[in-house]
């Protein structure tokens, strides 16, 4: 069956880059929209963004300045980059497929 | 503040129905599908409910979605201990270019 992956630094300084990476495994990526989520320690869900396989982005207005969502289906892969983070970046990070089947998610905390 | 507004808390004693409200307005709910997550302690969110009334495939008949206006609800029949978790409803918002909101959560206790 289809797995979704998270991967990447559990620690970021504040200021620089968050870089993560969902590896699809069992299907392919070509097709469907591959969204990330987050969820602060304690707190609700908010969606960060989605990219379709084709390329096309869609992200949230109140993240959108700092976020970059691409794609690689040769690896069947997709990323996600925040910038500028700060300690309210931190967070459980998930990838989802079509806000449908999850990936058990990642933590990155934002310190110095 | 969260887009969609669910009481934080519910609870119920084995066997009883439970409901969850899930309440917004006519960009997201109003205008399109309603999704529901059940979240374990420790565990990635899980799909319960998809376009508003929906099962996926090995969710039991006991988990139950509906939709009205700009309103949904979740409901939970013969409660279980393993059902205590926290509930999140989603939908698609039309605002702006269009993006995904969740409400804020709410905790179900099985008493």
């Known amino acids: 069956q289809v797995q979704l992956q998270e991967s990447g630094p559990g620690l970021v300084k504040p200021s620089e880059t968050l870089s993560l990476t969902c590896t699809v495994s069992?299907?392919?990526?070509?097709?469907?929209?591959w969204s990330w989520i987050r969820q602060p320690p304690g707190k609700g869900l908010e969606w960060i963004g989605y990219?379709?396989?084709?390329?096309?982005?869609n992200y949230n207005p109140s993240l959108k300045s700092r976020v970059t969502i691409s794609v690689d289906t040769s690896k069947n892969q997709f990323s996600l980059k925040l910038s500028s983070v700060t300690a309210a970046d931190t967070a459980v990070y998930y990838c989802?497929?079509?806000?449908?089947?999850w990936g058990q998610g990642t933590l990155v905390t934002v310190s110095s | 503040q969260s887009v969609l507004t669910q009481p934080p808390s519910a609870s119920g004693t084995p066997g009883q129905r439970v409901t969850i409200s899930c309440s917004g307005s006519?960009?997201?709910?109003?205008?399109?599908?309603v999704y529901w997550y059940q979240q374990l302690p420790g565990t990635a969110p899980k799909l319960l409910i998809y376009?508003?009334?929906q099962r996926p495939s090995g969710v039991p008949d006991r988990f139950s979605g509906s939709k009205s206006g700009t309103s949904a609800s979740l409901a939970i029949s013969g409660l279980r201990s393993e059902d205590e978790a926290d509930y999140y409803c989603?939908?698609?918002?039309?605002?702006?270019?269009?993006?995904?909101?969740f409400g804020g959560g709410t905790k179900l206790t099985v008493l």
């Open positions: 989802a497929r079509e806000m449908q089947l």
């Open positions: 989603a939908a698609w918002d039309d605002s702006l270019s269009g993006f995904w909101v």
């Open positions: 376009r508003n009334n």
């Open positions: 006519s960009s997201n709910i109003g205008s399109n599908y």
């Open positions: 990219i379709y396989y084709s390329g096309s982005t």
């Open positions: 069992g299907g392919s990526i070509s097709s469907y929209y």
